[in-house]
């Protein structure tokens, strides 16, 4: 960059077709799409190095009706995803994603993906938790792996082809407003994180691609990286947030760290144990046992714990037993989780018992797309002209109160493409428009704030308290009495949040300042998820009320809209898209 | 226990040239490095700069010199190392702030080898066959996640900043030996180039470097017999 002051200016605006924001699986795959498309310029700006993604992170496989193993159909995947979700699902999303995901998993083979094979040489596929045959009768072999790095290939082969493509990156950029006017997106402001400059990238069409927030709670699978950006963001620019209090605890996370341990160790054979060394599955899902989906097995865990079942000194965690299956099939399907296990634990899982616990692993709900990805703005399905959202960050709701496993890199393949195709499509037939006035205003206000910030309070400190009691009172099982604590708790630290700043008065790689920001937008996070928890007077899915302990189908069959409100929220309601598939009880 | 950790530090815009910063801490034998130097970010000197994300291997965003040798900050633990831990960046790319170096010449010679799938046949409607045998072949180098480790600890690259490096070799072996992939000729010819393969030494520095395992020495020798057999 020049040392010219104009020439520096002008660097710092940018002006792209398409700008996507995120480089995981969702982003990498919208900018590759939306890069096809003739003419129309795409740049991808993501806070880290693309392939440092969480995506990267995934294991078990990517879900699809192929039939490679026996046979399968994607009417089956559809009905799979809709009772997983416990029928908050909208049904036409799950009918499409069933079958575009078939296609898009090709694609990524065709992109040269290296899935393990079967001995046909086929794309080889194995079991997973709520995936069935024949709507329910048994486990069904459909999820496409490639060792227990499934995540790490889509991400490595998706920036593989980026660099073919020769797409625009910026990477080490952290976005932190939306440019937004008269209810239209054009795109976004970033600070640099090598020189602390603030860029404006103005965009006709922006996806935003952005992944989870987990790290709001204090035991998760998610990366540091994984804070509600962007979910915050919308929400302070007034747009909503959708079903946030659908977030799944998925099984087995390694105790007290909570990495990751796939679902894909159960679909080879792994068991679940309670410290009586009881396979209590048993109980809980007499058809499917430890295959049910992740929020009925992460409910009986802690079931089983309270009653005193748990294993170890203070019998507070589980046991994932992998001992009887084969020392090959664990060295080779499995190889990344049993080093995990070895490390981190000093377990070894061909041997041992592994001790695990339920850890936060994704949010269902997000930002509220059509099924085409466009952002919506209200429950009439208003879109937000210009916006466009896709993975973890966005809901659909393809998801609805449950996800099952697999179905997030299937969201990430099908819904990016969709994205980067529409946002194509739409950025092909507009032109640029002026700039509102001081477009970085509220960025450099935030960025000041912090920088000038008292320092009365640590960010780790408040960061601390924030995940220990949303895991208290916000997890796994919830009732009135924890939640409105918890919005007092929250409503006290945003008031804390006033007081924190930073001791790093440099604008070279200030990481510290950005940490700062990030605990500002889990915050923001949090407080969606509260609410809406508390609103929410039924159990469905992952959301589970002990003080109302059915699903109410009446009263409660729709999608939570929650908006920001003065100091407050305001809570909307979207209906469910009902199709083929009439709710029923949820048995497995 | 208590903990000595010594932590090499430069901040470009205070510091005339790089210095050794100690602290001594509290920390259990199971706590990750990672741990420890959030530990000092957060409660002891916010201006401690890393990168870091996954915290468990995966993200290859935390490769740091620990103790004399490459690792990721996130897969080495406390009772590993003992009680004095000293860190530094890795060696051979540009110090930009305490552990952060510029990542940009490695992502270049990555980006040299053309580390992605070519084939320009019409594809079938459904997957390319693949035995399993023919995937076997280059699994280990599927497993990168171009942490750097292995090129910052390579002796060649830190005397000749242009050789390509044992990740850029790892990459181009992942596709050379694809049975799918037909861009093996053109990958080969650029590491038959100056600044290629023929600089590896075989000095087994990357290998043991590898935070995934890779056995990048026997992979640097499969491409130069590649090389050798199938000319460029």
Redesign the interface.
């Known amino acids: 960059m020049s040392e010219d002051g104009t020439n520096r200016l002008m660097n710092r605006a940018h002006r792209f077709d398409v700008i996507v924001v995120g480089a995981g699986g969702a982003g990498l795959m919208a900018a590759r799409y939306a890069a096809q498309h003739p003419g129309v310029s795409v740049a991808v700006i993501s806070k880290l190095y693309p392939t440092r993604s969480h995506t990267g992170a995934a294991q078990g496989g990517v879900g699809a009706a192929l039939g490679n193993v026996s046979e399968d159909h994607p009417e089956w995947h559809a009905f799979d995803t809709i009772k997983g979700g416990d029928y908050l699902t909208d049904q036409d999303v799950a009918e499409r994603f069933a079958v575009e995901v078939i296609e898009a998993v090709y694609e990524l083979e065709h992109m040269g993906l290296p899935f393990n094979r079967t001995p046909e040489g086929k794309i080889a596929q194995r079991k997973f938790g709520g995936h069935t045959r024949e709507f329910g009768k048994s486990a069904v072999e459909r999820a496409c792996y490639a060792a227990d790095r499934t995540g790490h290939m889509i991400l490595q082969t998706l920036y593989q082809q980026s660099i073919k493509d020769r797409v625009n990156f910026f990477n080490e950029f952290h976005v932190l407003d939306m440019i937004m006017e008269d209810g239209a997106c054009h795109g976004v402001v970033a600070y640099e994180l090598a020189t602390g400059e603030i860029h404006t990238f103005h965009a006709k069409a922006t996806i935003i691609a952005t992944g989870g927030n987990g790290r709001m709670f204090r035991v998760t699978s998610n990366a540091h990286a994984l804070t509600g950006d962007l979910m915050s963001i919308a929400y302070r620019r007034g747009l909503p947030i959708e079903d946030p209090e659908f977030y799944q605890f998925h099984p087995t996370g390694l105790y007290k760290l909570g990495v990751l341990l796939t679902e894909g160790a159960r679909g080879e054979g792994a068991i679940l144990r309670n410290g009586d060394g009881e396979r209590f599955m048993e109980r809980y899902a007499p058809t499917i046992k430890d295959l049910a989906p992740r929020d009925m097995v992460s409910r009986a865990m802690y079931l089983e714990v309270r009653e005193g079942r748990g294993a170890g000194p203070d019998k507070d965690y589980l046991h994932l037993d992998l001992t009887h299956i084969d020392a090959h099939i664990i060295e080779t399907r499995l190889p990344d989780i049993t080093e995990f296990a070895r490390i981190y634990l000093g377990v070894d899982p061909v041997k041992e018992l592994v001790p695990i616990q339920p850890t936060a692993h994704y949010a269902m709900g997000g930002i509220p797309t059509t099924i085409d990805t466009q952002v919506i703005s209200d429950g009439q399905n208003t879109i937000v002209p210009g916006l466009y959202a896709a993975g973890e960050v966005a809901c659909a709701s393809i998801h609805g109160a449950n996800r099952l496993g697999t179905n997030s890199l299937g969201d990430l393949i099908v819904f990016g493409r969709r994205a980067g195709i529409e946002a194509a499509k739409f950025a092909a037939s507009e032109s640029f428009t002026d700039l509102p006035a001081g477009v970085q205003d509220r960025t450099r206000e935030l960025v000041d704030t912090v920088r000038k910030g008292k320092r009365t309070e640590r960010v780790s400190h408040l960061r601390r308290e924030l995940q220990d009691t949303m895991q208290e009172h916000a997890s796994v099982f919830r009732t009135e009495a924890f939640l409105s604590r918890q919005v007092d708790i929250l409503r006290e630290l945003q008031e804390r949040y006033k007081g924190v700043g930073v001791e790093d008065e440099g604008h070279q790689f200030n990481t510290e300042l950005l940490e700062a920001i990030e605990l500002g937008f889990l915050l923001d996070n949090a407080e969606q998820l509260v609410h809406a928890a508390l609103n929410r007077t039924e159990s469905r899915g992952a959301h589970s009320r002990e003080d109302h302990k059915e699903r109410d189908d009446t009263e409660w069959l729709k999608h939570t809209l929650i908006y920001k409100d003065g100091d407050g929220v305001r809570i909307d309601y979207k209906p469910v898209t009902l199709g083929k598939y009439e709710p029923k009880p949820r048995t497995y | 226990m208590q903990i000595n950790v010594k932590i090499k530090r430069y901040?470009?815009?205070?510091d005339a040239r790089p210095y050794w910063a100690e602290y001594k801490l509290e920390a259990r034998g199971?706590d990750?490095v990672l741990d420890v130097i959030n530990h000092l970010?957060?409660?002891v000197?916010?201006?401690l700069?890393?990168?870091?994300?996954?915290?468990?291997?995966?993200?290859?965003?935390d490769a740091m010199l620990i103790n004399g040798v490459n690792r990721l900050a996130c897969?080495v633990?406390v009772k590993d190392l003992g009680e004095r831990i000293t860190i530094e960046p890795i060696r051979g790319l540009p110090v930009?702030?305490?552990l952060?170096v510029d990542?940009e010449p490695f992502?270049d010679a990555y980006?040299a080898v053309?580390?992605?799938?070519i084939?320009d046949d019409p594809?079938p409607?459904?997957?390319?066959?693949?035995?399993?045998e023919d995937?076997a072949i280059?699994?280990e180098t599927?497993?990168?996640?171009?942490c750097a480790a292995c090129t910052t600890s390579c002796p060649v690259f830190w005397t000749n900043g242009r050789y390509l490096g044992p990740a850029a070799i790892v990459n181009a072996h992942r596709?050379i030996f694809?049975s799918?992939?037909q861009g093996a000729a053109e990958r080969l010819g650029v590491l038959n180039q100056a600044n290629g393969l023929w600089r590896c030494r075989t000095a087994y520095n990357c290998t043991e470097a590898c935070p995934r395992d890779i056995p990048i020495t026997r992979v640097i020798e499969e491409v130069k017999r590649a090389l050798l057999w199938r000319g460029a």
């Open positions: 901040n470009p815009e205070a199971s990750r970010k957060w409660e000197d916010g201006t700069a890393f990168r870091r994300s996954c915290a468990h291997g995966i993200c290859g965003s897969k633990l930009l702030k305490d952060i990542m992502f980006k053309m580390p992605f799938f084939n594809p409607p459904a997957e390319r066959y693949q035995s399993a995937r280059f699994d599927t497993k990168c996640i171009l596709f694809d799918r992939d």
